[in-house]
């Protein structure tokens, strides 16, 4: 099969480029750069040992998606990545969010069924919760969203799901939970441009010197120590849910034309809890204070996994230790490179 990645070049569309071609899946890849670098492809072809076939090309770009995906007829299937991702820029500038997300959305599909390409894998989040009581199952209610991005996600689900009963179009959502981590490498990992907004790669930084000192946001919370409570999930792991929901699609596994997954691990961590881990791992006493909470933060989350664990044949085997490990050698190793 050939499956097309946008986004190809970005944190978790590179770790899932990785595990495709490992389970034997031919791979196109697409990206526009926005927030990633033409070295990863480069770096993806030393841990595969092939050329990864790319070509640059903005989604949002309807007349040149098209192009390139006529040239690609074919194409089986697409897992779709591309996307901006920064909740609070998306409050600053809904437009970005909503022009590249849906609209770049809105343009896939058209160029998918033109093409006739009618299997998708799509990049949803957690975030489609909003509070709700953990552990969180699929069922969950999806409140009026808190950001422009969390909406997007809740919005281009939506798109999908009239698009499905439209058309011949079979879709699975993978609402992921909180990736962290990189590849055992250390050569594909998450680049973040400028100041982080997320803990892992915000502990990282300031381990390695780039940062002065973490805060940690809020610790008055209703949770044993006080800070909030995430599911943060090996990228690795992650990568491997798309391989396998890719089998899904292949094995028509489906009973209805829109899938949706939780992407977690079941286990939530509190904030103090990934920095003890993090210390422990790296031998690294990390500089952090308390500081107040941080506006639109939910209280704790977490997965129900059983429906990924039944239908998808998937679960995650990575630890926390891992994912703290891993992450501090991608830092390390982007220290020592000329990357970023
Ligand atoms: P990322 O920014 O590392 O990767 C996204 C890639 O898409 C980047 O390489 C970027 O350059 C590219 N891109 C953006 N707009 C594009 C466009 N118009 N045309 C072509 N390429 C474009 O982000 P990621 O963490 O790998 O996230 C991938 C997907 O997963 C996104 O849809 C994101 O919303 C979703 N997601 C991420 C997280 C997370 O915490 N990382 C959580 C839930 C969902
Ligand atoms: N945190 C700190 N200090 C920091 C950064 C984060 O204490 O410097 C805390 C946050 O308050 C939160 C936890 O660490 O309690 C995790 O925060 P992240 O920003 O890493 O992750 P979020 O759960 O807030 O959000 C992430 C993505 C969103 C996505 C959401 C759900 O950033 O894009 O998961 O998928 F919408």
Same mark, same amino acid.
């Given at each position: 099969? #050939?499956?097309?990645?946008?986004?190809?070049?970005?944190?978790i569309?590179?770790?899932?480029?990785?595990?495709?071609?490992?389970?034997?899946?031919?791979?196109?890849a697409i990206?526009?750069?926005?927030?990633?670098?033409?070295s990863?492809?480069? +770096?993806?072809?030393?841990?595969?040992?092939?050329?990864?076939?790319?070509?640059e090309v903005d989604?949002? *770009?309807?007349?040149?998606?098209k #192009?390139?995906i006529?040239?690609?007829? *074919?194409?089986?299937?697409?897992?779709?990545?591309?996307?901006?991702k920064?909740?609070?820029?998306?409050?600053?500038?809904?437009?970005?969010?909503?022009?590249?997300?849906?609209?770049?959305?809105?343009?896939?599909?058209?160029?998918?069924?033109?093409?006739?390409?009618?299997?998708?894998?799509?990049?949803s989040?957690?975030t =489609?919760?909003?509070?709700?009581?953990?552990?969180v199952?699929?069922?969950?209610?999806?409140?009026?969203?808190?950001?422009?991005?969390?909406?997007?996600k809740?919005?281009?689900?939506?798109?999908?799901?009239?698009?499905?009963?439209?058309?011949?179009?079979?879709?699975?959502? &993978?609402?992921?939970?909180?990736?962290?981590?990189?590849h055992?490498s250390? &050569?594909?990992?998450?680049?973040?441009?400028?100041?982080?907004?997320?803990? =892992?790669?915000?502990i990282? $930084?300031?381990?390695?010197?780039?940062? !002065?000192?973490?805060?940690?946001?809020?610790?008055?919370?209703?949770t044993? *120590?006080? %800070?909030?409570i995430?599911?943060?999930i090996?990228?690795?792991?992650?990568?491997?849910?798309?391989?396998?929901?890719? +089998?899904?699609?292949?094995?028509? #596994?489906?009973? !209805?034309?829109?899938?949706?997954?939780?992407?977690?691990?079941?286990?939530?961590?509190?904030? &103090?809890?990934?920095i #003890? %881990?993090?210390?422990?791992v790296?031998?690294?006493?990390?500089?952090?204070?308390?500081?107040?909470?941080?506006?639109?933060?939910?209280? $704790?989350?977490?997965?129900a996994?059983?429906?990924?664990?039944?239908?998808?044949?998937?679960?995650? $085997?990575?630890?926390? !230790?891992?994912c703290?490990?891993?992450?501090?050698?991608? !830092?390390?190793?982007?220290?020592?490179?000329s990357?970023?």
């Amino acid at each position: 099969m #050939k499956i097309l990645v946008t986004g190809g070049a970005g944190y978790i569309g590179s770790h899932t480029i990785v595990e495709l071609m490992k389970a034997g899946y031919d791979v196109l890849a697409i990206d526009n750069f926005d927030n990633s670098y033409p070295s990863v492809l480069e +770096n993806l072809a030393k841990i595969t040992g092939k050329t990864i076939e790319f070509e640059e090309v903005d989604i949002r *770009d309807k007349a040149a998606l098209k #192009k390139y995906i006529n040239a690609h007829k *074919d194409i089986d299937a697409v897992i779709h990545f591309a996307a901006n991702k920064a909740v609070g820029e998306s409050v600053a500038l809904p437009l970005k969010y909503y022009e590249n997300n849906v609209g770049g959305t809105v343009n896939l599909l058209e160029a998918m069924q033109e093409a006739n390409i009618n299997q998708i894998v799509f990049s949803s989040s957690c975030t =489609v919760y909003g509070e709700a009581t953990p552990p969180v199952d699929e069922n969950a209610a999806i409140p009026v969203a808190q950001s422009p991005y969390g909406n997007t996600k809740q919005i281009c689900e939506e798109i999908l799901t009239d698009q499905s009963k439209a058309c011949d179009l079979k879709v699975v959502a &993978l609402r992921y939970f909180n990736p962290v981590g990189a590849h055992e490498s250390a &050569l594909i990992g998450e680049l973040p441009i400028g100041v982080p907004n997320n803990l =892992v790669p915000f502990i990282t $930084q300031t381990a390695i010197g780039k940062r !002065e000192v973490l805060t940690v946001f809020g610790d008055d919370y209703p949770t044993p *120590d006080g %800070t909030c409570i995430r599911d943060y999930i090996h990228v690795v792991d992650l990568a491997l849910a798309h391989v396998a929901a890719i +089998n899904y699609l292949a094995q028509k #596994k489906y009973t !209805e034309a829109f899938s949706v997954f939780n992407l977690g691990t079941g286990r939530g961590n509190s904030v &103090l809890e990934v920095i #003890k %881990t993090f210390e422990a791992v790296s031998g690294v006493k990390l500089n952090y204070k308390i500081g107040p909470r941080r506006a639109g933060d939910v209280v $704790q989350v977490y997965a129900a996994c059983d429906k990924a664990a039944n239908e998808l044949g998937w679960r995650t $085997q990575k630890s926390l !230790e891992e994912c703290m490990l891993s992450a501090w050698q991608w !830092e390390k190793a982007i220290a020592s490179s000329s990357v970023n």
